[in-house]
Structure formats: C-alpha cells, structure tokens
C-alpha cells in the first residue's frame, strides 16, 4: 500500500527478478519489471491511466439512405448509417439532426441505439439536410458528413369539392 504521496516501500526481498503490480479503482492496472540486488534501492515507478484511457471511440457513422443529394424521397423516410465500436462493452447511442432548408427548423432525435430510424411527417417539397452523432460515453462525440435530400412534391389530388347554396353548386 502507498502512503498519502503515492510512495511505497517493501523490504527484506530476496535478490532476483521481481514484476510488482499497482492496482487503484478507475485505473488500469500496471505491471513494471524490478530487478533487486543486495545492497542497491529499487526505484519502481508507476503512471497509471484511467480505465478508459484505452477505450476508442466509435467509428464516424456513414449515413447510406437517403443517399446525398437525393429526389423523391416519401415523406415516411427511412434513415439508415453505418458506425461500429470496437470497445465490445460499449453501448453507442445515436443522435439524428434533421433541419428543414425552408424553415431552418433543426430537429434533433436522440438516444437511438439502432443504425435505422424512419421519420415521418416530412414536409412535401422541402430539401432537407442530416447528420448523425455517435456517442459512447467515454470518447467525444463523432459526427458523420452532412447530407441532403429533397422530398417528394405535393400531390395532385383531382377531388373537387362542391357545395350547394340555394341551388347554386
């Protein structure tokens, strides 16, 4: 055990090769080689990272559909991207930015822990752009390229509608 500095002493080794371990709770543990002979001190020094100082972040999501700069696209949109996490452990959630280019109204769907969500409601000829943010937890945030694409346009509905007032259509 370490003192209130971090310092440690142990005596009375026998003379030989020696791996001595540090351990803390939140740190990786360490392993340094010691080599003890008599009458010469042993210095061991430790530097220990956080445990999540190995871990790394989720790979930048590439955003497959609605493709870049696609046309007609239905109002009831499927929205898939690509982004792996190679920490095994890691739960990745995903944050979807939609902005509507004719309002400026960003729209931001959050904890999406799948790489497929579908929007609906989307405004008739409107081009919209998307981006998608992994986030593990651990590492910054990463974000994928910004995309675009434009809805289909307003139907043409042939439904004519009629009243009748005092014998008048």
């Not at 209130?4 to 371990?21: C, M």
């Not at 042993?42 to 999501?61: K, M, R, S």
């Not at 799948?114 to 974000?143: H, R």
């Amino acid at each position: 055990f370490t003192n209130e500095t971090g310092n440690f002493r142990i005596e009375n080794v026998n003379i030989g090769d020696y791996s001595v371990q540090a351990q803390k709770t939140d740190l990786v543990t360490e392993f340094e080689p010691a080599s003890v002979q008599e009458g010469v001190t042993v210095n061991v020094i430790f530097e220990l990272q956080p445990d999540n100082a190995d871990n790394v972040a989720p790979t930048i999501p590439i955003l497959i559909a609605p493709a870049d700069n696609a046309i007609d696209v239905p109002t009831e949109a499927i929205f898939t991207w690509q982004s792996t996490d190679p920490d095994p452990f890691d739960e990745v959630e995903y944050t979807l930015q939609l902005r509507n280019d004719a309002t400026n109204e960003i729209e931001n769907i959050t904890g999406i822990s799948d790489t497929t969500i579908t929007i609906n409601d989307l405004a008739f000829s409107t081009k919209y752009f998307w981006q998608v943010k992994a986030n593990d937890g651990v590492n910054p945030e990463v974000n994928s390229e910004i995309s675009s694409f434009e809805t289909v346009a307003n139907p043409n509905n042939r439904i004519l509608f009629v009243r009748e007032l005092n014998g008048n259509n």
